[in-house]
């Protein structure tokens, strides 16, 4: 049913709910017929990133031609970095739109996980939604995946939006509080498009959950501070407002900080849930959570199955395209976190390229939010590689976000407050409150070399020096002189 | 009324709608007490560029000690690339919310051109609305200027909607229409903050119009083949989405393309209202234009204010954090049109930085279109200075829009479809189709060489070479070896 070329729209989100048997027989496929000397590759949409059985099992055949809109699997990264895949890494919140728009081509089929078939044929959907309702709607065949591992309660923790359209049609989005449903719990998908439907018991295959290190309590530990401050100023309300956080180790360790801090009746509007999101609903800290995945470890994963009556009516899953929408993040003004590999002392950031060229994950998510938020913020240690690399440089060597939308820096080092500053007055703040002391003194003797020599002074920069700490790394993996 | 180190918030956007006699006066005073031996400088707010009367004024006596959002006065900008005075480049659609949610600091006097007053209070606004809203709301004092040169009948013209809020208390935007009128006619302003209003008579000072050349007729010939081609496709409506366009004569081109084209009852739903739309208007192509401002050149706005009877029932001019809010641009699905200084192969775009420090102007409301864009075109010649700088570089020397941003560039050369592509496809057709013959044996080159050398192959790049043309032109005075 999958031909050679096919382009193939699949579920899956952070390694949740993305099918498990289908592309794993199709890399078997894949497999017997270069043997047999045919070329077989596809071209692969998802929600984001999926489990080793997807991308994984894929890539390792070499059976990805094309991959969007988002990826972090270790085999297809090698691939995309060795220029033996194409990769287009996108904002999570424009796929489905451009899919309609029909930016990125037909869709031949869609393999879709699900939870069950109710008795009028609707679909429940899984642990992520992602873009399976746009999936479910261009694509012109289904395969349907339905794993009894997912918990059955699952129904009716899901929103699915069937409001949007194309322009001149759009209308407003009706959502106003994070804890709005505005939807329906079902996928719908006409049946006679439904070409097989397999069964599948398997796991959800997130990585493990690492526990926060010094660097992550520290970097939570300041962030706490901001916000008590800024709740002081009546900058921000004393429930704060909806939080977006990223994933990983610093965004666990700011759950664990918000879990013992003073902040009450806390919501979440963010496009994954990850464990220490699960312990502040189970506290009572946060009220709700909307996203539109699961992101556990598979402690958290078995316990919330285990658990699902306890969190289905704190818990809602929503099509990414509103998950991340820019209208809604505007609207409800979300607080957003997100990592970063660097940061130059102007305050832009590199999400996703490591030295420039080599992609670690994508942009994912945090274009949407940091862009539209009330305060945006980005957290990383100020080092890397054993402080070989550091994360604050002169000039970044990609750029995901732009110092228009980054608000607040944050390395264990301390906090950069940006807002209401120009470029220079950024430089210093970031410099002083962000860099390891390893890095301040060149980092320092840049801005000032930069400042007396530079073409001009707005941004002042050196084209022949602001990649010296990159092009010295890759000539003796140490950034430092 | 205004001492020095004030706050000052003042009307104005892109020439037009600026006060014109307090800031001169302002300028005296300044050079009067600098000349006494006291230090005078003001923090200056406004809706975006002003005209000489403002910014050049006040920038001429040393008199601005920090500006945002956006400046384009050569005086000033001489200023802040000689690293005199403090520049915050805003995203224009945030600069309100920002300043209510406290990020920018407390506003002491707001300076605002207006028509007139009404009977019950009210203030008829400008011939720009920009940040006046906010200014007269956040101020604590309030000086009015009365200026008899504006056309009486503005009045009804400008739609100021009242119904922003800080969240969590933010509702859906009530537009979904570029014609809908959400808002009311007036300006509110508690009479009790008005400290003084000053009459005067003086006309707008907009740049001169200057007329397309040959290269912004070819890049308008390239949009209108791709307009008809997405048409033709079934991916545009026939009378195509709501468009937004910068300023400039490519801008003007393309209006002038538009008016000879085959699309009827086209909307704008845009930030500046610039010649070329009138002449859209006048002949029944154009149906509306949305916008903040005007921005004509001086034959026009003089025929404008004449006609105005005729004029003013297609023109709405609205707040800028609605004529540019990314809730609206997204749900009308803009078609957006800006211009670049440079364009790098894979997408990046610099809108504002001159070789990586030297500011031209500003990124403007590019961000709040461009990013939320149905589709969004970025347009150049593909060269400068007589061919000394080529618009497309191996790496651009400053990221305003990311390759996410960026669905098609043109210039004279061609247009660039990029989307659906890598990176590596969309440097393909960047080099092919945007490049100018004498700079693409150069790009390909590069991209070659990136291609062999590079570190990583998603976004191949090498640090010690990204930036060497730059560094030519500033040694040499020409990109070209």
Partial sequence: ?????????????????????????????????????????????????????????????DGIEFRLPYNSDPIARERINNGEMEYLDMHLSQVAPMAWQGFLGPLDTAVIEIVGITGEGDLIPSASVGNNKTWLERAERVILEVNRWQSADLEGVHDIYYGTALPPHRVPIPLIKPTDRIGQPYLRCDPDKIVAIVETDAPDRNAPFSPPDENARAIAGHLMEFFGHEVKKGRLPASLLPLQSGVGNVANAVMEGLNEGPFENLTAFTEVIQDGMLTLLESGKLRVASATAMSLSPEAAASLNDRMAFFRDKLILRPQEISNHPELVRRLGCITMNGLIEADIYGNINSTHIMGSRIYNGIGGSGDFARNAYISVFVSPSTAKGGKISAIVPHVSHVDHITQDVQVIVTEQGLADLRGLSPKQRARVVIEHCAHPDYRPLLKDYFERAMRDSYGRQTPMLPGQAFAWHQRFLDTGDMRP
């Fill in 1 to 61: 049913m999958i031909g050679s070329g096919a382009t193939v729209g699949m579920s899956g989100f952070t390694g949740s709910g993305y099918p498990k048997a289908v592309p794993q027989a199709l890399a078997r496929r894949i497999e017997a017929e270069r043997a047999a000397g045919n070329p077989f590759r596809l071209r692969v949409w998802t929600g984001a990133s999926t489990g080793p059985e997807l991308d994984g099992a894929l890539a390792r055949v």
